[in-house]
């Protein structure tokens, strides 16, 4: 699949219900709007049951992008996928 910006080669998967050519690490469709994450099991950006359950939410680091909801775990947003920013002291 192809950047629609830059028309760079990007790394792409195929939605299992609309068949549109998607970015690989997308967590849902930009076409049908389908839940990739349910249907990628096995796949190590998901963030299982178990590794939820020991969030300790009192230490967490919000996704350094303004308009993302995800916390970083493991050096990346679980949403997203972008690594935090540096923080200024």
């Known amino acids: 699949m192809k950047c629609p ?3 760079k ?9 609309c068949q549109e050519s998607i970015p690989q690490e ?3 469709c930009l076409y049908c709007g ?3 994450q349910s249907a990628s099991m096995g796949d190590d950006t998901t963030t299982s ?4 359950d020991s969030i300790d ?5 919000p996704c350094s992008d303004g308009n993302c909801i995800g916390i970083i775990i493991n050096g990346k947003c679980n949403m997203c996928g972008k690594r935090p920013k540096g923080r200024k002291k």
């Not at 049951?49 to 939820?52: G, K």
């Open 49 to 52: 049951s178990e590794d939820s």
């Open 26 to 28: 997308s967590n849902y």
């Open 9 to 17: 080669e990007i790394s792409g998967i195929t939605c299992p219900e």
């Open 5 to 7: 910006h830059c028309d």
């Open 34 to 36: 389908a839940d990739l």
């Open 57 to 61: 939410f009192e230490d967490r680091i």
